[in-house]
């Protein structure tokens, strides 16, 4: 899977650079970056919009076929998490990830937006793409035994027992996953070089694993037979909220029918290219 999203990514950046060489206008072709805040939208925030937000950051090129159409791609690297304390008090469950997702999206200005032009220096648009996105859920926890604390990669330990005797119909999600960005978001050019916009996006996803929670709890000692004691005290923290405490077999760990989500609100500023590597051009003119 990590051999096919690089390839597919190579693809990406081939066909965008190709674009670029076969364009005689620089003028289309702009290179950016974006800085805002990343947060999650699932099991450990009760499916909540607006949970705890982190600072994320990224790149973009961008491609203007015209006034109206623009193609994009981004890599946009961030932070989610969620619960600690979890909504549900007693379950007690909590987690973060760092966050990779590189992506390709098309944009439509609603207003004829052009640096050539200072008819309409700023435009309300939307975006809609598909991503790609590399994710490690972790959480914070003092083994009882050795009694070190650290944080402490949640898919091998298979809380919820996939890939197990345990559950058997559960297979062990992957950490690359297949996203969907799309959003709002408004630019504006103080320049003919220059764009700043500022937008939110949400990103669907198709996995319930963001979090690591999402079907029931299997039996505990077992699990710990299996998997250790580590991966028993991490897929059942209800014991450190009320003493003794152990959720049975079945018991409803997560909400299975609900994906998990996540979202990215940024400000943006882009740069043309002729404002590079303009010189360039006027060097070999001259030189002709």
């Not at 650079?17 to 805002?36: D, P, R």
């Not at 004829?112 to 309409?120: E, G, K, Y």
């Amino acid at each position: 899977m990590r051999n096919t999203f690089k390839h597919i990514v190579l693809l990406v950046l081939f066909v965008a650079v190709g674009t670029v060489n076969a364009q005689t206008s620089l003028g289309k072709n702009e290179i950016g970056v974006t800085i805002g805040g990343m947060n999650y939208i699932g099991d450990l925030n009760n499916q909540s919009m607006f949970g705890k937000v982190n600072l994320a950051f990224g790149g973009l090129y961008r491609f203007n076929f015209d006034e109206r159409w623009s193609l994009r791609l981004d890599v946009d690297y961030g932070h989610i998490e969620g619960g600690n304390p979890d909504y549900i008090e007693r379950r007690n469950l909590s987690f973060h990830s760092f966050l990779m997702e590189g992506s390709l999206r098309m944009e439509f200005n609603f207003f004829p937006f052009s640096l050539r032009d200072d008819h309409f220096v700023w435009t309300p648009y939307i975006f809609a793409g598909i991503g790609f996105f590399t994710y490690n859920p972790q959480a914070y926890y003092t083994d009882p035994i050795t009694h070190v604390s650290d944080w402490y990669d949640l898919q091998p330990l298979c809380t919820e027992g996939q890939g197990t005797a345990l559950a058997p119909d559960n297979a062990p999600y992957t950490l690359m996953q297949l996203s969907m960005p799309f959003g709002v978001g408004v630019k504006y050019h103080p320049s003919k070089s220059i764009t700043l916009s500022a937008e939110y996006g949400f990103r669907k996803t198709w996995t319930d694993y963001l979090d690591d929670v999402s079907t029931v709890y299997v039996d505990n000692q077992q699990l710990k037979d299996i998997m250790g004691d580590v991966a028993a005290g991490l897929a059942d923290r209800s014991s450190e909220v009320e003493a003794g405490y152990v959720n049975a077999a079945g018991i409803k760990r997560g909400d299975d029918s609900l994906d998990d989500w996540f979202a990215y609100f940024s400000a943006c500023v882009t740069v043309k290219f002729d404002l590079l590597f303009g010189w360039m051009m006027k060097k070999r003119c001259d030189n002709k």
